[in-house]
């Protein structure tokens, strides 16, 4: 595509992930800091991800699907690579082909595995997961016990690990519960190495009584500039940045009707700029304006422009009424997401979480990786 053809473009600055990383591997140099890089990591590319990640230092990532780990093995030859989403029935040679490992979840998926590899005496490393309160995958505690009294799982299990449900809270009493019965079950198998903490608990650092660290963490989000927690000790760089192409300025009068719906009039004879950007590519639109609420903002320089009304798939309107005359013209980018305005800013403008901002950055930018 030829540059400026498209209509947002997205730059992503690797060397402010490989900060982050950093900054979250320091809060804990007993504890090595892995890399969640899951639905093409978190929006902003697996190969480039993992690549930059394993060269600022990153040996272990996790996704959710095996195809996910296909490609991180391809930019990672000699990483430790963790699926998230366990063992579908019948692929244990197919992992095994990737140099994957799966987290096992469930007493048939930790069978399957056993038995694959007592069969083919193929490498089984493997990951157990233990549910400590997140009611999603993982063995009940209940379970778990019963299966170490019993002789253990059949094979050496490389990871324990079990995932927090409340940790972006930190008031939450979850979390230290999560923590206590994570650390009495990793006692049941004391030489496999452990893993609870997600971005949150990285950030968290420890609950009342103890560390949530452990041998092994697991951030993700935060990793591109998002904080879950909303404050805590690290200064996360932003990642994401988007801009959109001014395709037109024009002056209305007060009491003038927006776009769709006509749902929000101008208050004062506004200049607007129509930006060739809209929900397709990412900007929900649930962050546009109406009368009785108020919109998310773009920046001109260090100028915040509100959008003025709803925004439509492709398109969205501001007011840049207080741009200095001649600052902004036609052909010139605004920014939608960056320094001004962050991944969490977005999301909050919108109704949503980060990850969603991040997840559903779109496909339509033209997208360049700094
Ligand atoms: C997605 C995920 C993570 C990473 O979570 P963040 O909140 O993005 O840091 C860690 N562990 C598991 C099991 C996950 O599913």
Redesign the pocket.
């Known amino acids: 595509m030829t540059a400026g053809c498209a209509g947002g473009r997205l730059t992503i600055d690797l060397r402010a992930l490989q900060d982050n990383w950093r900054a979250l591997a320091a809060l804990a140099p007993h504890s090595e800091c892995a890399a969640?890089v899951?639905a093409d990591a978190?929006g902003i590319g697996l190969p480039q991800a993992v690549s930059a990640l394993t060269r600022a230092g990153a040996r272990t990532f996790?996704v959710?699907h095996l195809h996910e780990a296909t490609a991180a093995r391809a930019a990672a030859p000699d990483a430790v690579i963790y699926v998230?989403n366990g063992l579908p029935p019948g692929t244990a040679s197919d992992y095994a082909a990737a140099r994957a490992r799966p987290v096992l979840g469930s007493a048939e998926e930790i069978a399957e595995w056993a038995d694959f590899a007592a069969e083919t005496g193929a490498d089984a490393s493997a990951a157990i997961h233990l549910d400590t309160g997140m009611t999603r995958l993982g063995l009940s505690p209940a379970e778990a016990r019963a299966m170490f009294a019993s002789g253990g799982p059949g094979f050496r299990p490389s990871l324990l690990?079990s995932?927090l449900a409340c940790a972006d809270e930190p008031d939450r009493a979850e979390t230290e519960r999560q923590r206590a019965l994570f650390a009495e079950l990793r006692a049941l198998a004391p030489d496999v190495p452990a893993s609870l903490a997600?971005?949150?608990g990285?950030l968290l650092g420890r609950t009342e009584s103890g560390d949530l660290a452990f041998d092994l963490r697991?951030?993700?989000?935060?990793l591109y500039g998002s904080n879950?927690i909303h404050g805590g000790s690290v200064r996360l760089k932003p990642v994401v940045r988007i801009e959109a192409r001014v395709i037109q300025l024009r002056q209305v009068p007060a009491g003038t009707a927006v776009g769709y719906g006509g749902v929000e009039t101008t208050r004062r004879p506004t200049t607007l700029a129509i930006l060739s950007v809209g929900y397709a590519d990412g900007i929900f639109r649930a962050a546009g304006g109406a009368d009785d609420a108020r919109g998310a903002s773009a920046y001109v320089g260090e100028i915040p422009c509100p959008y003025v009304g709803r925004i439509s798939m492709d398109l969205i309107a501001i007011d840049v009424t207080d741009v200095p005359e001649g600052a902004l013209k036609r052909g010139d980018w605004v920014e939608m997401l960056g320094d001004h305005v962050g991944v969490d800013d977005l999301a909050r403008a919108s109704g949503t979480i980060g990850?969603e901002v991040l997840t559903a950055l779109g496909r339509r930018h033209e997208r360049r990786y700094a």
């Not at 697991?218 to 935060?222: F, K």
């Open positions: 969640v899951k978190y996790f959710a998230l690990m995932h997600n971005s949150a990285t697991r951030p993700g989000v935060s879950p990850y």
